[in-house]
């Protein structure tokens, strides 16, 4: 799951926040954090509990990681999101994106679609424009500089 993951936690955060200096590229490791390190670990671990969000210093990242536990549904994993407050273990949970299968296609194709309305609302097909955003993480609209 990337698209998925990606799409609707810069979209989402544009929504809320509407702030142009916010540097997206932050809020995309955020969200793709938990999956890339829990993975490694076997299932849903220390990544995926509501205790490392709000740990983090960094309010794009920090924000990333709760983006990603709320599109990942990892909140119905009681015992892993309120870890250590529900118990020392994490017994056997499964990284939540392994338990959907066949729903993940379908997420990441909304993902997808959402990517390509980001793509088109900031004008990224533009090569400047993507440059701009790779050297500091801000998307304006097209329609905010006119």
Not at 29 to 41: C, E, N, T, Y
Not at 42 to 65: D, E
Not at 66 to 84: C, E, N, S, Y
């Amino acid at each position: 799951m990337l698209f998925w993951f990606v799409a609707t936690a810069i979209l989402s955060v544009r929504f809320v926040f509407q702030d142009p200096r916010f540097d997206y590229r932050l809020l995309v490791v955020g969200v793709l954090l938990p999956d890339a390190i829990d993975i490694w670990f076997g299932g849903a671990r220390v990544m995926h509990t509501l205790l490392f969000s709000v740990r983090k210093r960094t309010l794009p990242l920090a924000i990333g990681t709760f983006m990603h536990l709320i599109f990942d549904g990892a909140f119905t994993a009681t015992k892993v999101f309120w870890w250590p407050f529900g118990g020392a273990s994490f017994g056997d949970a499964e990284l939540p994106v392994a338990q959907r299968m066949g729903l993940n296609v379908v997420m990441e194709i909304v993902g997808i679609v959402l990517l390509v309305v980001l793509v088109r609302q900031c004008g990224l097909a533009d090569p400047q424009r993507r440059r701009d955003f790779l050297q500091t993480g801000m998307l304006s609209s097209v329609s905010e500089e006119k």
